[in-house]
């Protein structure tokens, strides 16, 4: 094979680069969402992050920007909290009003084996300080 070039003084790059595959590389929206995801923790550099998965840091601020838009669902980390659904053990009637005083409400938190009882009516202060709590007993 005969190297050529049209400047006579620039030598010859003994790099070859060979790129395979069929142009356009389509990225899956679940993999863009955890390329992008991993972009935004703390201390992630976004080109680091794009080398790690053989993309373009271009490509990982788009993707980034689709996610503010509300166009790409980012995955929920695994220290967020999520709300999950409240399931009542007895259900009253619609049109029956509770009986007895506020003070002997209790209020049962239940969470992968972890068991809270708040008597009374609990403020918000009180149930976050539960649900911290909670968060800990499952992180450990």
């Known amino acids: 094979m005969d190297d050529h070039s049209d400047d006579i003084r620039r030598p010859l790059s003994s790099r070859i680069e060979v790129y395979a595959g069929a142009g356009r590389k389509r990225w899956p929206d679940d993999l863009k969402a955890q390329i992008a995801a991993e972009s935004l ?16 840091p271009q490509q990982v601020h788009d993707w980034r920007r689709r996610a ?9 980390s695994a220290d967020t909290l999520s709300f999950v659904p409240v399931v009542s053990e007895s259900a009253l009637p619609a049109a ?7 003070e002997a409400a209790v209020v049962t938190v239940e969470l992968q084996g972890a068991r809270v009882e708040v008597r009374g009516t ?7 300080d539960v649900f911290l709590a909670l968060r800990r007993t499952r992180s450990c």
């Open 122 to 128: 609990p403020g918000l202060a009180v149930l976050s």
């Open 68 to 76: 503010r838009l509300g166009q790409l669902v980012l995955p929920a």
């Open 96 to 102: 029956a009003e509770p009986t007895g005083s506020p």
């Open 41 to 56: 923790e703390p201390g992630a550099i976004v080109t680091d992050v794009a080398r790690r998965h053989g993309c373009r």
